[in-house]
């Protein structure tokens, strides 16, 4: 195994196992739940916006595995203060990173290298769909869908 592969997994077991931002808001203002029925993932996103538009506070908690916790921990990291129009563009950037394995040629104004440590999901479908979960769900939440978001 190479150096950075390396480094990613023990990146992405340290989100598994010390999620960030985990636990649930009070007065929140934004929720959603996403649901991985293939892997048995599921997760509640909740978001604070401050003048309508940027995210003052956001946080998850739910039960999923190792890479669906991780990528939520990252994802509540990179978007905690962001715009709503950035939090779009790293989203997209995000789906686009787990499934072609790299975002920067399309996003370059964007710093993609904590989210770099989950490109491996790329060569593995159906781990995508847990990578991505979180990323749909905070989608989800901002745009006040309050459906369930299920990747099935
Ligand atoms: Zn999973």
Redesign the pocket.
């Known amino acids: 195994m190479s150096d950075i592969k390396r480094l990613y997994q023990e990146v992405i077991f340290d989100h598994s196992r010390r999620p960030r931002n985990y636990g649930k808001l009070d007065n929140y203002t934004h929720k959603s739940e996403g649901v991985?029925p293939l892997?048995g993932?599921q997760l509640t996103i909740y978001a604070t916006l401050k003048n309508d538009s940027q995210i003052e506070a956001i946080t998850f908690e739910g039960s999923?595995?190792a890479?669906?916790t991780a990528s939520a921990s990252i994802m509540t990291e990179t978007v905690k203060g962001a715009t709503q129009e950035l939090v779009d563009k790293y989203v997209n950037a995000f789906l686009l990173l787990a499934t072609e394995g790299t975002a920067a040629l399309e996003f370059p104004e964007l710093d993609l290298a904590k989210l770099e440590v989950l490109s491996g999901v790329s060569a593995f479908p159906a781990r995508v769909k847990?990578a991505t979960l979180a990323w749909h769900a905070v989608r989800a939440a901002l745009s006040d869908n309050s459906e369930i978001v299920s990747t099935e």
């Open positions: 991985n892997c993932d999923g595995c890479i669906t847990c």
